[in-house]
């Protein structure tokens, strides 16, 4: 299709139009947050990396950390745990995972502090 002169532009040639821009502007982001994601995998134990990147592999460590908090804590509230080893779930007094046979660990109960980002209140 040809393209119209500006005055021959009709509604629906600019929906169609902004429908392809927020198209890309999707692909944009999804292929960021790709190469973010791969970045991230490359360099979450790695001790040596740039220091304009350390703060926020640093943060992004922390917050697994503190999604497994969370998970601890709705699983305490089931009087439950989750094996560290095997995933099994038990009962959360138990002192040794009854399938693969370590012994449990205290349950991480204590939130980590993002580096320059501002906490945000607790709503448990």
Do not use: H
């Not at 973010?36 to 640093?58: L, P, Q, S, T």
């Not at 992004?60 to 509230?77: A, D, G």
């Amino acid at each position: 299709m040809a393209w119209k002169a500006q005055n021959e532009l009709s509604a629906t040639d600019a929906k169609r139009i902004d429908g392809s821009i927020l198209q890309v502007d999707t692909q944009k982001k999804n292929m960021i947050y790709q190469l973010g994601e791969a970045f991230y995998k490359a360099n979450k134990d790695n001790e040596e990396i740039d220091a304009d990147y350390k703060v926020a592999v640093d943060n992004i460590n922390k917050l697994e950390f503190n999604r497994k908090v969370w998970i601890n804590r709705k699983m305490k509230l089931q009087g439950m745990r989750i094996c560290e080893g095997c995933g099994n779930v038990l009962p959360y007094e138990s002192a040794f995972c009854n399938r693969c046979g370590i012994k449990l660990e205290a349950v991480a109960e204590d939130l980590l502090e993002l580096e320059g980002v501002q906490p945000n209140s607790e709503s448990v």
